[in-house]
C-alpha cells in the first residue's frame, strides 16, 4: 500500500491529513452499508406488497357462486342464500334450489326469494336465522313493518308454472303444506370489517347483544342509508359506500 506525504508539511501535519483522510473513506463505507441496507429493505418491502396483491388476486379468483347474491351463514354452517331483485330470484331458484334444500320467502308483495342449502338437515334454531334473513329482505322493510310472517317449503313445492302458464318474473307457484313463522322480526346485524363487512340476521346473536364480536344492529326506520353510512363508517371502517348501500334494506336506524 503506498502513502503520499507533502514534503512542505511536517510529519505531525501529514499524519493529521492522512486521519482526516481516512476519516472520509470511513463515512463513506458507513453511507454506502446504510445505503446497501435500505436498498435490501425497500427490495423486501415491495416484495411483500406484491405476494399481499397476488394473495388479493387469488382471493377474487376462489370467489364462490353466491357472492353474487346476498347470503350469510347459520349458526350451524348451513349457507343461506337470498336474490337482490327478481332476476336474481328467478336465477337462483332455477340453478341452484336442489333436492334437501328449503326455499324461504315473506309473505308479504315483493320479497328476496331465499334458499337454505342442505335445509331439510338444519336445526330449528337455523331455519329461524333463515326466516328472518327472508322476512329482513322484502318490503315488510321498506314498508316500516316490525315484524313478517315467512314460510318454507321444499324443493318439490316450488314451480314457475301455473296452469301451464309461466308465472311472472321472481315470482313462483307454491304447492302443498307450508312450514309458517309467525310474526319474525326485522332486525340485522353487521358482521365483518371494511370490505368485508355483511348483514346477517340477529336472530343469530345469544346472550349480550353488544358482546360476541357483534357489529351493530338495525332495525326499519327514519334514517336513510346515507345518513346511515355517515353514522357508522367510522365504526366499521367502511370506505365502499356501493357495498354498503346493497346490504341495506331500506331506511333504518340503530337498535
Not at 379468483?61 to 328467478?90: P, S
Not at 314457475?160 to 303444506?177: D, M, N, P
Not at 346515507?226 to 337498535?255: H, Y
Request: proline share 2%; hydrophobic share 35%.
Amino acid at each position: 500500500m503506498k502513502i503520499a506525504l507533502d514534503v512542505r508539511k511536517s510529519a505531525l501535519e501529514n499524519a493529521r491529513a492522512l486521519f482526516e483522510e481516512a476519516k472520509k473513506f470511513r463515512r463513506k463505507k458507513e453511507g454506502a452499508e446504510k445505503a446497501i441496507e435500505e436498498t435490501k429493505r425497500k427490495i423486501a418491502t415491495k416484495a411483500g406488497e406484491e405476494r399481499q396483491e397476488k394473495g388479493k388476486a387469488s382471493f377474487k379468483i376462489k370467489r364462490k357462486w353466491f357472492h353474487e347474491f346476498r347470503f350469510f351463514h347459520t349458526t350451524n354452517g348451513f349457507l343461506c342464500v337470498g336474490g337482490k331483485n327478481a332476476k336474481q330470484n328467478d336465477l337462483l331458484v332455477a340453478n341452484n334450489l336442489k333436492e334437501n334444500d328449503l326455499f324461504f320467502h315473506a309473505d308479504v308483495h315483493g320479497a328476496s326469494a331465499v334458499i337454505l342449502k342442505e335445509g331439510t338437515k338444519a336445526k330449528e334454531k337455523d331455519l329461524k336465522e333463515a326466516a328472518q334473513f327472508a322476512a329482513c329482505y322484502s318490503n315488510a322493510w321498506k314498508l316500516q313493518s316490525g315484524v313478517a310472517d315467512v314460510y318454507s317449503v321444499s324443493k318439490s313445492q316450488v314451480s314457475k308454472y301455473s296452469s301451464g302458464e309461466f308465472v311472472g318474473k321472481g315470482a313462483f307457484l307454491i304447492s302443498g303444506e307450508r312450514k309458517w313463522f309467525k310474526n319474525v322480526e326485522l332486525m340485522m346485524t353487521f358482521t365483518g370489517m371494511g370490505d368485508e363487512i355483511n348483514l346477517e340476521p340477529a336472530e343469530k346473536i345469544t346472550g349480550n347483544k353488544i358482546g360476541g364480536g357483534w357489529g351493530p344492529i338495525i332495525k326499519p326506520g327514519r334514517k336513510t342509508k346515507e345518513e346511515l353510512f355517515k353514522e357508522l363508517k367510522g365504526t366499521l371502517k367502511i370506505k365502499k359506500t356501493d357495498l354498503f348501500f346493497s346490504l341495506i334494506p331500506g331506511n333504518s336506524e340503530l337498535v
